[in-house]
T-cell receptor
Framework: AQSVTQPDIHITVSEGASLELRCNYS??????LFWYVQSPGQGLQLLLK??????LVQGIKGFEAEFKRSQSSFNLRKPSVHWSDAAEYFC??????????FGKGTTLSVSS | NAGVTQTPKFRVLKTGQSMTLLCAQD?????MYWYRQDPGMGLRLIHY???????AKGEVPDGYNVSRLKKQNFLLGLESAAPSQTSVYFC????????????FGPGTRLTVL
């Protein structure tokens, strides 16, 4: 069965430092992979997605993610974190033809 | 263009009461979804619809019913609310299936006492 694991429940990063959020997936075929961000009290917003092709994908707000098939990973990165990036981040894999399977999320705190 | 809207934003129910959550989208999307979000659990799919007049069960459908009488609306019903249904409910829509981005509503926070 498809599944998504986000190993880090909570991460704290200093403002201006780099960020990497980990995501591992289990899926039998080439997956469709997504990263969403949820600010407090808000709905989810798509940061980026991977379907095929170039394994390094660029998203909004300066985020990028790299698909590594050999490691079943789709880690999210940002070179310099801003205080406004504090939020909860969800990795998701698309189950063919239907809905998304989400990881349990990683909460990002940004310290000054 | 409002995107995905949800009504109401907040609701408190007593055990055994019923209610309906309304989701509306103005993007002419075929697919619509209902998720619930609980602390430490991520989002879990309750029911979804691949088009007007169709519905299907997701991961956690028990205690919920849905209807998609119009393409733009997707209703989630709780016939007899239980405290275990205290959660934040999100509606989403997408143009079609797995390859397309899902657009989320702002959520409904439901408390069942």
């Amino acid at each position: 069965a498809q599944s998504v694991t986000q190993p880090d429940i909570h991460i704290t990063v200093s403002e201006g430092a780099s960020l990497e959020l980990r995501c591992n997936y289990s899926y039998g075929a080439t997956p469709y992979l997504f990263w969403y961000v949820q600010s407090p009290g808000q709905g989810l917003q798509l940061l980026l997605k991977y379907f095929s092709g170039d394994t390094l994908v660029q998203g909004i707000k300066g985020f990028e993610a790299e698909f590594k098939r050999s490691q079943s990973s789709f880690n999210l990165r940002k070179p310099s974190v801003h205080w406004s990036d504090a939020a909860e981040y969800f990795c998701a894999v698309s189950k063919a033809g239907t809905a998304l399977i989400f990881g349990k999320g990683t909460t990002l705190s940004v310290s000054s | 263009n409002a995107g995905v809207t949800q009504t109401p934003k907040f609701r408190v129910l007593k055990t055994g009461q019923s209610m309906t959550l309304l989701c509306a989208q103005d993007m002419n999307h075929e697919y619509m979804y209902w998720y619930r979000q609980d602390p430490g659990m991520g989002l879990r799919l309750i029911h979804y619809s691949v088009g007007e007049g169709t519905t299907a069960k997701g991961e956690v459908p028990d205690g919920y019913n849905v209807s998609r009488l119009k393409k733009q609306n997707f209703l989630l019903g709780l016939e007899s609310a239980a405290p275990s249904q205290t959660s934040v409910y999100f509606c989403a829509s997408s143009l079609s299936g797995s390859a397309h981005e899902q657009f989320f509503g702002p959520g409904t926070r439901l408390t069942v006492l």
